[in-house]
């Protein structure tokens, strides 16, 4: 039997309505296609990224695995100060001013290109002082700050966003990732260095930022550098809150595992980190969900507002019910799925992760919110929120944790951002209807039934002639 044959009649079980939005409509097919591939690079990452991470911890062991997330978690801090919260408002004003885009991406640069440089800086004073006797750890924060000063370039990434072509960006990212993960499997396999193993992650990131200037160069011919000092002002202006609240999130995310490796032990914050590594990783359906969808988002706002509303409620509802699933699933099967990936010397990680997967829910559901935040023009929704949730994770860290340790931080995990969403949401009068949604989403079936309509009103608004 050929493919061909094959593939149709693959086709017949596939419900009527999911066959005319992908036959019948050039534009969603781009979606659709531009979706597969940022799932593909997400899907790459996930698998070979989480078997590099296992290896790590069954030979690093929880001690000096311990040591590695201690100073990722440290470089993590600083992330939103050098990217400056920009990534989607470059996005929005590259779909809304493409005659501009020179200007964008270059202004862009160059202002990530300057907090990049003293994020680094700061980053090297602050563990030299923290942790001045040692070596090993102040060298793995050099090698690691280069993510900082280097993210500059994911400016072109993010053009490749705009234009929903993802396809080339993650093919060279792809590659790099690949064969940088066999390269760190070799490394920790012949020599178990943590240094060596930092300075492979900084190559990674040179190459990683000049695959990107390779491949923008490949559409585009040249770089055109076209600064406006108005423009970065106006980004900066639009943006702080969301610099603010990037760092507050971080700061909620990766507080709590400094914490542990400052007071508590190395060893503690291995077995903590192992847990939470798993769910880390189910972000990534989110991440590449919104990051694709959140352009048609931009697009339809103000010409489809009635469409607009109903399709971000179905998006909404999507988040809550995929959070929800996956919350009991992992939580079901956590015992099996630490033994089988980390061995017997992680089963602690086991109540870890039975209790930080159902963190899923409040991040998926700030993540859909935060498309609606954006294009109303809302930031500081989301900087109250990070706000929020970060005083009450220091707070809480301070009194539990010294009683409970990392079964108590792992509670607070998933009780402060629930908490700081439905407080922030219930206190302004426009977003109580964003509550009311999320709570809503939480109904599994609401997730099943949002599918198909949402799916007809975006082939209802690519397929319209007038837009």
């Known amino acids: 039997m050929k493919s061909a044959d094959i593939l149709a009649i693959c086709v017949r079980f596939i419900p009527v309505w999911i066959r005319n939005i992908i036959f019948r409509s050039n534009n969603f097919r781009r979606v659709v296609k531009n979706t597969s591939w940022l799932f593909i690079d997400y899907g790459i990452r996930l698998f070979i990224g989480v078997f590099v991470f296992i290896y790590a911890a069954r030979l690093l062991g929880p001690e000096q695995f311990g040591i590695l997330n201690f100073v990722l978690s440290f470089i993590m801090l600083f992330l939103p100060i050098a990217g400056l919260g920009l990534d989607r408002i470059v996005v929005r004003d590259l779909v809304r001013e493409p005659e501009k885009e020179n200007e964008i991406i270059s202004t862009s640069i160059f202002m990530r290109f300057v907090s990049g440089f003293l994020s680094s800086l700061l980053s090297m004073a602050i563990i030299y002082f923290v942790r001045a006797n040692d070596i090993v750890i102040f060298l793995m924060v050099f090698l690691f700050s280069s993510i900082l000063l280097l993210q500059s ?3 072109f990434d993010l053009w490749f966003q705009s234009k929903i072509m993802s396809k080339y ?8 990732f690949v064969v940088f993960s066999f390269l760190k499997i070799v490394i920790l396999f012949v020599y178990s260095s943590l240094i060596l193993y930092a300075a492979l992650c900084a190559f990674e990131n040179i190459f990683y930022a000049f695959g990107l200037v390779f491949v923008y160069l490949k559409k585009k011919k040249r770089i055109s550098l076209t600064f406006n000092a108005e423009r970065a002002y106006r980004m900066i202006k639009e943006s702080y809150p969301l610099i603010l609240s990037g760092l507050f999130v971080i700061l909620s995310m990766k507080i709590g595992q400094i914490f542990i490796g400052q007071m508590i032990s190395e060893r503690e914050l291995g077995i903590y980190s192992a847990a939470t590594r798993i769910t880390e990783t189910t972000y990534i359906i989110i991440t590449a969900t919104a990051g694709s969808v959140f352009p048609l988002f931009s697009e339809i706002k103000g010409k489809y507002q009635v469409q607009y509303e109903s399709m971000l409620e179905k998006f909404i509802n999507f988040s809550g019910g ?6 009991i699933g992992i939580t079901i099967l956590a015992g ?9 010397q992680y089963t602690d990680s086991i109540q870890i992760l039975q209790i930080h997967i159902c963190s899923t829910i409040p991040i998926f559901l700030s993540t859909a919110q935060g498309i609606w935040n954006i294009n109303e023009g809302y930031t500081y929704i989301h900087f109250y929120q990070a706000l929020c949730n970060a005083i009450i994770t220091i707070i809480s860290l301070i009194i539990f944790m010294p009683e409970f340790g990392i079964v108590g931080v792992a509670v607070i995990s998933v009780v402060s951002p629930l908490v700081s969403t439905i407080a922030v949401n219930l206190f302004f009068k426009h977003t109580r209807r964003i509550l009311w949604i999320q709570m809503r989403s939480l109904f ?11 799916s007809h009103e975006i082939l209802i608004y690519i397929n319209d002639p007038n837009k």
């Open 444 to 454: 599994v079936f609401r997730y099943v039934i949002s599918l198909k309509p949402l």
């Open 322 to 327: 995929i959070a929800l699933i996956i919350s």
């Open 169 to 176: 960006v993650v093919i060279v990212k792809s590659i790099i």
């Open 336 to 344: 099996h799925i630490i033994r089988i990936m980390y061995g017997i």
């Open 153 to 155: 370039l994911d400016v």
